[in-house]
């Protein structure tokens, strides 16, 4: 197991450096200059621009910035300063990770409990009205855009409902009571895929021969369905689970905008606006280094699950 880690961790650097780099070469593509940017509608004289990004160095090739970017990173952990304030972009992160860790983590929470014990229920009574009540919930879930969820959910809870503790709007975001509607919104797609693997699974699985033999051998109901049944229904739901995890930290974008929460997604949306690359940049570096590490922890994961799984 030790060397199998050993060797994921050294694959992770080359697919680190092509993703970073492909990233950098996407935000330097975009259209517009940052620095002219900074004058707004009146301008900067040329002298000036041609200053700011030498002191910034914008006015190297790209590849020298990004090695000068990459760095940077390794060496002193240091993401660079935003363009228009000249805050460090570190101060950034550390701001805007913490709120969206908590929104994407309550979410996850949601999506793996409520998931799961809905595909479970569906998939035991696989065929029956409870199967059918599952499926059509979910692709409903499915099928409606999360702004439209987010703005239902603001309508009805905004004129009063019975859960007086979830508000319309985040004005504490370390408050978590506050934080659930929205995590319930940024979790309901992927609880409707969760609930539908976890369905899929477990009715294929009661089908197969080796729950025939524990029934056959008088094993009880609870061990059958929790450790046979379960432990070998899980691995489609924890890959995807495992992937989910820095989607929904990347894909709170609109969910945070709805709800006026300042993390990761409102970071991302407004530097795309601002053209703030060195903040979009090292944003998104931290995302690729979160699903690396999920990536890895599901592989690990894999071998707990289902015994036949050995690495070497």
Request: proline share 4%; no cysteine.
């Amino acid at each position: 197991m030790g060397r199998y880690v050993a060797r994921r961790l050294l694959q992770m650097i080359p697919v680190f450096i092509g993703t970073t780099l492909l990233i950098f070469l996407m935000v330097y593509a975009l259209p517009g200059d940052p620095v002219r940017a900074l004058g707004g509608d009146k301008g900067i004289d040329p002298a000036t621009v041609a200053r700011i990004r030498h002191e910034l160095g914008l006015d190297q090739p790209i590849l020298k910035q990004y090695w000068d970017y990459m760095t940077g990173i390794i060496l002193h952990f240091d993401f660079g300063s935003q363009i228009a304030s000249g805050r460090p972009v570190r101060d950034v992160l550390s701001d805007a990770f913490p709120v969206t860790i908590r929104l994407a983590s309550l979410a996850f929470a949601i999506e793996l409990v409520v998931g799961i014990a809905l595909g479970v229920w569906a998939g035991m009574r696989a065929g029956k009205l409870a199967d059918s009540m599952v499926l059509i919930f979910t692709l409903l879930l499915i099928s409606v855009p999360v702004f439209v969820l987010g703005f239902i959910f603001k309508l009805v809870f905004a004129f009063g409902a019975p859960f007086t503790f979830m508000t319309p709007n985040v004005q504490d975001d370390t408050n978590y009571s506050q934080l659930l509607m929205p995590a319930i919104v940024l979790a309901a797609l992927s609880l409707a895929y969760v609930a539908r693997l976890t369905r899929t699974s477990i009715a294929e699985n009661l089908r197969a021969d080796y729950m025939r033999t524990a029934v056959a051998k008088g094993l009880p109901r609870r061990r059958v369905i929790g450790v046979h049944l379960m432990r070998n229904s899980m691995i489609p739901v924890v890959t995807f689970l495992g992937t989910d995890i820095g989607a929904l930290m990347g894909g709170a974008v609109v969910t945070e905008g709805l709800f006026n929460i300042h993390g990761v997604g409102g970071t991302i949306y407004e530097s795309i606006l601002r053209r703030e690359g060195t903040t979009l940049v090292g944003l998104v570096t931290v995302l690729v280094l979160v699903f690396l590490f999920t990536s890895l922890l599901v592989d690990l994961l894999y071998a707990v699950l289902d015994p036949r799984i050995r690495y070497a």
